[in-house]
């Protein structure tokens, strides 16, 4: 039951500035970590960056100094920073979450975002 869903994507021009964001949602006891993953025309979906819950990051060689992956556990949510951004960049981005579902249990679930389009063109 546990559900994502991204926003800010958009058209930008090469070099500009966006900022995604996914918020997940119901019946969520904690998320653990957090991605953000990108898919470009006819190319293999692509890890872009992750994050921990205690704020540990990493980040793919091409969007290093250039993105940034961030969180608010609070309002369960995970934003990434583009800026300088290439017209590579282009590509639909998808959030991803693994969220503790079951405090008793211990279950926990990966769930995926709808996805959100970033083109970069002038």
């Known amino acids: 039951q546990v559900q994502l869903v991204e926003s800010g994507g958009g058209l930008v021009q090469p070099g500009g500035s966006l900022r995604l964001s996914c918020a997940a949602s119901?019946?969520?006891?904690?998320?653990?970590?957090m991605g953000w993953y990108r898919q470009a025309p006819g190319k293999e979906r692509e890890l872009v960056a992750t994050i921990t819950r205690s704020g540990a990051t990493t980040y793919t060689d091409s969007v290093k100094g250039r993105f940034t992956i961030s969180r608010d556990n609070a309002k369960n949510t995970v934003f990434l920073q583009m800026n300088s951004l290439k017209p590579e960049d282009t590509a639909v981005y998808y959030c991803n979450a693994e969220a503790l579902v079951s405090l008793l249990s211990g279950r926990v679930e990966g769930v995926w975002g709808q996805g959100t389009l970033v083109t970069v063109s002038s």
């Open positions: 119901g019946g969520i006891v904690r998320i653990n970590d």
